[in-house]
T-cell receptor, first 116, second 118 residues
């Protein structure tokens, strides 16, 4: 069965600090990978996604993620965080070719607080 | 509409009652998904519609939960004999192609319905 693990549950940073949030998945086949963000009081929004091609994916608001197939990882990074990045971040995976299976499997989320 | 909408935004009910939660997907999206999110957890898959049919309902926790999408657009999630453990945020998402579009398909989420069962 597929599963997603996010290593950091709560992260506190100061503005301008660099960010890396870990995400590992378990699935032997080809996967699609996503990072979603949920700002306080708002709904889930897509931050970035990986389907194929260049394993370094750039998303909105200066975020990027790198797919490392050998490590089953898709870590999220941002060189310099801002107070407005305070939010809950979710990593999600679905199997790319598994017949009817389009459901996303989610990590537990990482709560990021950025202090001004 | 511009995005996925869900109504009501909040629903408080008593144990044993019946509730209906509505989802209006992005216009033209053929696939629709329901997820449930409990506090401190990631979303948990419930059911996926391709058009009018439920392509995957493996996440529905028991037969008290049922969902329909009769015309291939709006969907209703129905919960009978609600229990306190059903309290959660129920999320709806839609995507353009779903199963028919191959692997490159992205799900867009609504704001959710917060269900509280007293």
């Amino acid at each position: 069965a597929q599963s997603v693990s996010q290593h950091n549950h709560h992260v506190i940073l100061s503005e301008a600090a660099s960010l890396e949030l870990g995400c590992n998945y378990s699935y032997g086949g080809t996967v699609n990978l996503f990072w979603y963000v949920q700002y306080p009081g708002q709904h889930l929004q897509l931050l970035l996604k990986y389907f194929s091609g260049d394993p370094l994916v750039k998303g909105i608001k200066g975020f990027e993620a790198e797919f490392i197939k050998s490590k089953f990882s898709f870590n999220l990074r941002k060189p310099s965080v801002q107070w407005s990045d305070t939010a809950e971040y979710f990593c999600a995976v679905n199997a790319a070719y598994a017949g009817n299976n389009r459901k996303l499997i989610w990590g537990l989320g990482t709560s990021l607080a950025v202090n001004p | 509409g511009a995005g996925v909408s869900q109504t009501p935004s909040n629903k408080v009910t008593e144990k044993g009652k019946y509730v209906e939660l509505r989802c209006d997907p992005i216009s033209g999206h053929t696939a629709l998904y329901w997820y449930r999110q409990s506090l401190g957890q990631g979303p948990e898959f419930l059911i996926y519609f391709q058009g009018t049919g439920a392509a995957d309902d493996s996440g529905l926790p028991n037969d008290r939960f049922f969902a329909v999408r009769p015309e291939g657009s709006v969907s209703t999630l129905k919960i009978q004999r609600t229990e306190r453990g059903d309290s959660a945020v129920y999320l709806c998402a839609s995507s353009l192609r779903g199963l028919a579009g191959g692997r490159t398909d992205t799900q867009y989420f609504g704001p959710g319905t917060r269900l509280t069962v007293l």
